[in-house]
T-cell receptor, first 111, second 111 residues
Framework: DQQVKQNSPSLSVQEGRISILNCDYT??????FLWYKKYPAEGPTFLIS?????DKNEDGRFTVFLNKSAKHLSLHIVPSQPGDSAVYFC??????????FGQGTTLQVKP | DAGVIQSPRHEVTEMGQEVTLRCKPI?????LFWYRQTMMRGLELLIY????????DSGMPEDRFSAKMPNASFSTLKIQPSEPRDSAVYFC?????????FGSGTQLSVL
């Protein structure tokens, strides 16, 4: 049973445009959400996070939006750059200490 | 700090053999996680420890899998006997809050 879902396996955008990656979750006990970025042959690295008390968090070109009623979050990258091409994982945690990840979305930014 | 260190980076073995994956977490981190990455399920949590004690092993697929953390600086994930369907990338991660730091992973191929 997949508690965190990323329904789009891949996304391709043009350099300079906006990339929007989506994530849905089913467990209403989740209260902290994170996005990780993964390059080939490397481990995932932390990108940005958001607490359930907020609906938006911004860090430079990266913004995460949280819609608790829809159990949905999204990552916006503006403007997208070729170096952003990677696999992006959405993750969620509750009060148990464990982090549940989605399947990942492969982003390709074309020059 | 050198980050989370995993060994080996690559492991190729034959079906039925025992496989041991190793992890050295970041000093001072009190949580350690083992994840497995597959195309279908993304990053799948296998087991996690807090202060060297296993907290949740519900993600361990079968009794063939076992994990230990004898001290704060070392953990192992063992598969005995290994099967071709165990082929995947196995990641170790450590943390002291919700943000996990991942190692580079072990690419396991069981022939």
């Amino acid at each position: 049973d997949q508690q965190v879902k990323q329904n789009s396996p891949s996304l391709s955008v043009q350099e300079g445009r906006i990339s929007i990656l989506n994530c849905d979750y089913t467990n209403s006990m989740f209260d902290y959400f994170l996005w990780y970025k993964k390059y080939p042959a490397e481990g995932p690295t932390f990108l940005i996070s958001i607490s359930s008390i907020k609906d938006k968090n911004e860090d430079g070109r990266f913004t995460v939006f949280l819609n608790k009623s829809a159990k949905h979050l999204s990552l916006h990258i503006v403007p997208s750059q070729p170096g952003d091409s990677a696999v992006y994982f959405c993750a969620a945690s509750g009060n148990t200490g464990k982090l549940i990840f989605g399947q990942g979305t492969t982003l390709q930014v074309k020059p | 700090d050198a980050g989370v260190i995993q060994s080996p980076r690559h492991e190729v073995t034959e079906m039925g053999q025992e496989v041991t994956l190793r992890c050295k977490p970041i000093s001072g981190h009190d949580y350690l996680f083992w994840y497995r990455q597959t195309m279908m399920r993304g990053l799948e949590l296998l087991i996690y420890f807090n202060n060297n004690v296993p907290i949740d092993d519900s993600g361990m697929p079968e009794d063939r899998f076992s994990a230990k953390m004898p001290n704060a600086s070392f953990s192992t994930l063992k598969i005995q006997p290994s099967e071709p369907r165990d082929s995947a990338v196995y990641f170790c991660a450590s943390s002291f809050d919700e943000k996990l730091f991942f190692g580079s992973g072990t690419q396991l191929s069981v022939l």
